[in-house]
């Protein structure tokens, strides 16, 4: 068996936003099948670590990026515990990784969820250089590196000349392994909370909505989409979920009459992507996957998403539950949304084959 550590440097339990529940996904998985220690941050729920040893070694505060105290707990640690292999989440603790890797003889994964200085890049940051060239520095220290892409591999290997041979796609996880039976007495029970009919078509939309790609795609909605929508004939609602919404848009008070709606910050976010018709996601920009249409998809809710959006995901393991419209063509998306509201087929089994966090955690201790 294994005996893996792995340091993840941000608060992940619970795990609410889509990185958070990558890390508790994938390594929740990876625990049921060996040894498996999490080096984490104070802040993190350590009841929720139920299939591997959770310790709290960095500290709470956004110096731990550059605490030098930290090499010296986690080294005694990763001796202690025997540890062969040392993944991190991230680059940003590249610097960690590699003095502990010439310390311990640990040898190093990266487990990206982006090609960092590209998102950076995208969102306008002028520091974006500087991170690419740390970025490559990192990876090139690496034994190997997990993409949850094939365009973030291929990245890496043409853009920041990292060996081929050690990179590899592990892609974002999902728990079920067939679409769920409840959808229908789930959409019942969200419009009977909502005060909505039943034969009203759920458009749904989520995220972290500070996060400049997530604001972008709102606004796109309310600008683009929506006014498209309301003379279309269709009898939809658009739902919208997530923290941190900015006081300009004042709850999206005034587009209630426009059939939209803010929900605000929800515990169950699964409830209401389960009872969605169609979820919205018009992102263009970022990087990565989207991990919300992922697990819209596994909850067999169609996505309407642009090109940009869809990076990552294969369509043909999503059959007709997945429609990719080119970025910027908000006709054709409308389009699209309409002519999906009533769509009735059902995400093919392949999709879970590849998208199970327990297939996932397989192949990767097969790389190991």
């Known amino acids: 068996m294994k005996k893996i550590a792995a340091i993840v440097p ?13 890390i508790t996904g994938f390594y929740d998985a990876l625990g049921k099948e060996t040894e498996l220690h999490l080096i984490g941050t104070p802040e993190n729920d350590e009841t929720l670590a139920t299939t591997y040893q959770l310790q709290k070694l960095l500290n709470a505060s956004r110096l731990r990026y550059a605490d030098v105290f930290s090499f010296f707990r986690i080294r005694s640690y990763l001796l202690q515990h025997k540890i062969e292999w040392l993944f991190i989440e991230h680059p940003y603790l590249g610097w960690l990784a590699w003095l502990l890797k010439k310390a311990t003889g640990v040898k190093l994964v990266i487990h990206t969820h982006n090609i960092e200085h590209q998102r950076f890049r995208s969102i306008g940051k002028w520091w974006w250089p500087l991170l690419k060239a740390y970025e490559r520095w990192v990876l090139k220290k690496a034994d190997l590196v997990f993409c949850i892409t094939e365009e973030d ?5 043409n853009k920041l000349s990292i060996k081929e041979e050690k990179c590899f796609v592990i892609p974002y996880g999902i728990p079920r392994q067939s679409p769920p039976s409840d959808k229908e007495p789930t959409k019942r029970s969200v419009c009977e909370e909502l005060n909505i009919s039943t034969d009203t078509k759920f458009l749904f939309f989520n ?3 500070n996060y400049q790609p997530n604001t972008e795609a709102l606004d796109v909605i309310l600008q683009y989409i929506n006014p498209l929508l309301l003379t279309s004939g269709l009898n939809y ?17 005034p587009w209630n009459d426009q059939h939209v709606l803010y929900l605000g910050f929800v515990n169950d976010i699964d409830r209401y992507t389960k009872a969605a018709d169609v ?11 989207k991990t919300k249409m992922i697990e819209a998809l596994s909850l067999n809710t169609s996505v309407i998403s642009t090109e940009t959006g869809a990076a990552g995901v294969t ?35 392949v999709f879970y084959r590849t998208f199970s966090w327990r297939n996932i955690a397989e192949k990767v201790l097969n790389l190991l």
């Open 10 to 22: 941000y608060t992940f339990l619970p795990g609410q936003s889509g990185g958070q529940k990558l």
């Open 153 to 157: 591999r291929l990245g890496f290997i």
């Open 207 to 209: 995220g972290v909505l």
């Open 237 to 253: 609602k658009i739902l919208v979920a997530g923290k941190n919404l900015p006081a300009a848009y004042d709850e999206l008070k």
């Open 279 to 289: 979820l919205l996601n018009p992102v263009q920009s970022g990087g990565g996957v």
């Open 315 to 349: 369509k043909e393991v999503c059959g007709e539950k997945l429609i990719v419209i080119a970025d910027n063509d908000w006709n054709a998306f409308a389009s699209a949304v309409v002519s999906s509201a009533d769509r009735t087929a059902t995400i093919p089994a």
